[in-house]
């Protein structure tokens, strides 16, 4: 941690480092994540993930992720003590990483700055050089290859990748089961993701009979045998 902070020029040792990543699929089901690493190793128990709403591109989907978390953490940090302990979000990182270059870092610097905070500092690094960018610098830092540095900061990139990959995959699956039953008559978007959201699966889903289904707000009798019915190909709408 000394050597990166050296390397980078850092005000401190980055004893806790978060990074961010944003995953969708031509812009739909945008997922954000947060990984976090303390004195280098992961915090998986304290990773986060952030469904982002009609964010018009990446760095719209960035600068609302940092946004959130950091506006928690200001609500947060004047807890009591006691509370604080059991906050998602009291602990603010001494270094954020985004995935990207300079006009992600810019995205996130932004962000941060938005909310007064000062002690957080951000880096972002670009995959095609492994190039690490810092705010308002016009040219980027090139760690050594094989240094300690770049290895830390390329295994904290990668993870939060892979974390925002899953969460954007499950988010797109969901996404997927409630369009399929949002095709059955009578039961739409909203009545959709409410069947998906009680029951979990669809596969779940399936396996309730008409009494089950009818218990869920919205729906009744008289639409859970359709439902019903539907899911199990008794009416050709939806094959089981």
């Not at 994540?33 to 960035?62: H, N, W």
């Not at 002690?119 to 094989?146: F, H, M, N, Q, S």
Request: aromatic share 6%; net charge neutral.
């Amino acid at each position: 941690l000394r050597g990166l902070r050296d390397a980078l020029e850092l005000r401190q040792a980055p004893l806790r480092i978060e990074c961010y990543d944003i995953s969708h699929t031509q812009g739909t089901n945008q997922v954000g994540s947060m990984v976090v690493f303390e004195d280098a190793l992961p915090r998986k128990k304290e990773y986060r993930q952030f469904s982002i709403g009609d964010a018009t591109d990446d760095f719209a989907a960035m600068r609302e992720v940092l946004t959130r978390r950091f506006t928690r953490y200001l609500e947060e940090s004047r807890l009591p003590p006691e509370e604080r302990e059991r906050a998602k979000f009291a602990y603010p990182p001494q270094l954020v990483v985004v995935d990207g270059g300079q006009p992600q870092v810019e995205a996130a610097q932004e962000a941060i700055s938005a909310l007064g905070i000062e002690d957080v500092e951000v880096v972002g690094l670009a995959k095609r050089l492994e190039e690490v960018w810092r705010p308002g610098d016009p040219y980027p830092t090139i760690l050594p290859r094989g240094s300690e540095a770049l290895y830390l900061l390329q295994r904290v990139r990668d993870e939060a990748h892979r974390f925002a990959i899953t969460a954007h995959r499950k988010k797109r699956g969901k996404a997927m089961k409630a369009s399929a039953i949002d095709e059955i008559p009578g039961v739409g978007p909203t009545r959709a993701k409410a069947l998906i959201r009680h029951f979990g699966s669809l596969q779940r889903l399936r396996e309730a009979d008409v009494e089950q289904i009818a218990l869920v707000p919205g729906v009744g009798n008289a639409l859970a045998r359709q439902i019903h019915a539907a899911l199990h190909g008794q009416d050709g709408t939806m094959e089981p």
